[in-house]
């Protein structure tokens, strides 16, 4: 094979190798860094305005942390509790409540809160979705009450769901 050959066929084979690679791809939609910050900002302004000092965390569809909120005074459990919040979320697809309820009524479940270290079954967490397609998770902790933190929660989806 002569040089101009050896180009030529150097050529079709990367190519050729590109091509195979890109069909490999896939593509997901996720929740944006600048949603996820407003997202968790909403959150921390609204248990604010209920007088509560929060955290508020928000991670992506595989359970990354995106943003991070811990509002003046929040306790230093509420960090662990609310990004535990958001990835089980996200993780198990369903608000964080109708878990701790499922178990609540059905101890034989209990189990499902031993099925990963991040894992957290307590009210304030919920999915993020964008036209009808999970994209991430927000988790809540420091209120007085599951109910608080997961209606601060869903204040931070509204934020960036209203658009």
């Given at each position: 094979?002569?040089?101009?050959?050896?180009?030529?066929?150097?050529?079709?084979?990367?190519?050729?190798?590109t091509?195979?690679?890109?069909?490999d791809?896939?593509?997901?939609?996720?929740?944006?860094?600048?949603?996820?910050?407003?997202?968790?900002?909403?959150?921390?302004?609204?248990?604010?305005?209920?007088?509560?000092?929060v955290?508020a965390?928000?991670?992506?569809?595989?359970?990354?942390?995106?943003?991070?909120?811990?509002?003046?005074?929040?306790?230093?459990?509420?960090?662990?509790?609310?990004?535990?919040?958001?990835?089980?979320?996200?993780?198990?697809?369903?608000?964080?409540?109708?878990?701790?309820?499922?178990?609540?009524?059905?101890?034989?479940?209990?189990?499902?809160?031993?099925?990963?270290?991040?894992?957290?079954?307590?009210?304030?967490?919920?999915?993020i979705?964008?036209?009808?397609?999970?994209?991430?998770?927000?988790?809540?902790?420091?209120?007085?009450?599951?109910?608080?933190?997961?209606?601060?929660?869903?204040?931070?989806?509204?934020?960036?769901?209203?658009?």
């Amino acid at each position: 094979m002569n040089f101009g050959s050896k180009t030529i066929y150097t050529a079709f084979v990367l190519v050729s190798l590109t091509a195979r690679a890109g069909a490999d791809v896939v593509s997901e939609n996720q929740v944006s860094a600048k949603d996820a910050v407003q997202a968790a900002q909403a959150a921390v302004d609204k248990c604010r305005s209920d007088g509560y000092d929060v955290s508020a965390a928000v991670v992506d569809k595989s359970g990354n942390i995106k943003a991070f909120i811990r509002a003046d005074g929040a306790s230093p459990h509420t960090i662990d509790s609310s990004r535990k919040k958001a990835y089980t979320a996200i993780s198990l697809r369903r608000p964080t409540s109708f878990y701790a309820k499922l178990i609540q009524e059905n101890p034989e479940n209990a189990a499902l809160k031993d099925m990963n270290d991040s894992i957290l079954i307590l009210g304030g967490g919920l999915p993020i979705e964008m036209n009808g397609e999970p994209v991430g998770g927000i988790g809540v902790g420091g209120a007085p009450g599951a109910q608080f933190d997961e209606a601060c929660a869903a204040a931070g989806i509204s934020a960036i769901t209203a658009k």
